[in-house]
């Protein structure tokens, strides 16, 4: 069964960075699929961030293409997020998920708050 | 970006009631290959969303089939045929033809 976990900080200051990680089993992320971070926000907005493909290739929203980063230990079969000069607007659960024709499989998510 | 409105954002419902929740798009969904990538999910207190229906009609793998999917060009509808307490929580629709990939603002279905 495929599973993905997030993990991470729960709380962040402002201007610093935010680090998650997603770690995947019961499937390798270089054999396919686009390995996804999706955030919501508190009231309910949902957001897509960008992703990283099963070659490593990366797509993000140009909302946030100045501050983001999504990479990836191949040999821990985990993906990364960073997501730099963070203020309390990215407050948000944090999720990772599987992308084909759809997001078929998601973390459980991670609450981070970014506050003094 | 193309923007999702959903309408109602809340909805009160008995169960076995029959429901529907409509979602229009800002810009056609239709892509030059005759594609609509219009998506629904649920997202039940706790849990992270689930996949109800992808390509505007299509069920996703378990779900039952009270749960259907209608619509194009930029307006879809998810209908629900018999609300169950386990229908409870935050229905999105997504759609995946136009870049960045957007979500609507979530309808919330709550027993009346």
């Known amino acids: 069964e495929i599973q993905l976990q997030e993990s991470g900080p729960g709380l962040v200051k402002p201007s610093q960075s935010l680090s998650l990680t997603c770690s995947v089993t019961?499937?390798?992320?270089?054999?396919?699929?686009?390995w996804s971070w999706i955030r919501k926000f508190p009231g309910n907005k949902m957001e897509w961030m960008g992703y990283i493909s099963y070659s490593g290739s990366t797509n993000y929203n140009p909302s946030l293409k100045s501050r983001i980063s999504i990479t990836r230990d191949t040999s821990k079969n985990q993906f990364f997020l960073q997501l730099n000069s963070v203020t309390t607007e990215d407050t948000a659960t944090y999720y990772c998920a599987r992308w084909g024709w759809y997001f078929d499989f998601w973390g459980p998510g991670t609450m981070v708050t970014v506050s003094s | 970006d193309v923007v999702l409105t959903q309408t109602p954002s809340t909805l009160s419902a008995t169960i076995g009631q029959s429901v529907s929740i409509s979602c229009r798009s800002s810009q056609s969904l239709l892509d030059s290959a005759g594609n609509t990538y219009l998506y629904w999910y649920l997202q039940r207190p706790g849990q992270s969303p689930q996949l109800l229906i992808y390509?505007?009609?299509n069920l996703g793998s378990g779900v039952p089939n009270r749960f259907s999917g209608s619509g194009s060009g930029t307006d879809f509808t998810l209908k629900i045929s018999g609300v169950e307490a386990e229908d409870l929580g935050v229905y999105y629709c997504m759609q995946a033809t136009h870049a960045p990939n957007t979500f609507g603002a979530g309808t919330k279905l709550e027993l009346k």
């Open positions: 019961g499937y390798t992320i270089t054999s396919g699929y686009d």
């Open positions: 390509l505007v009609s």
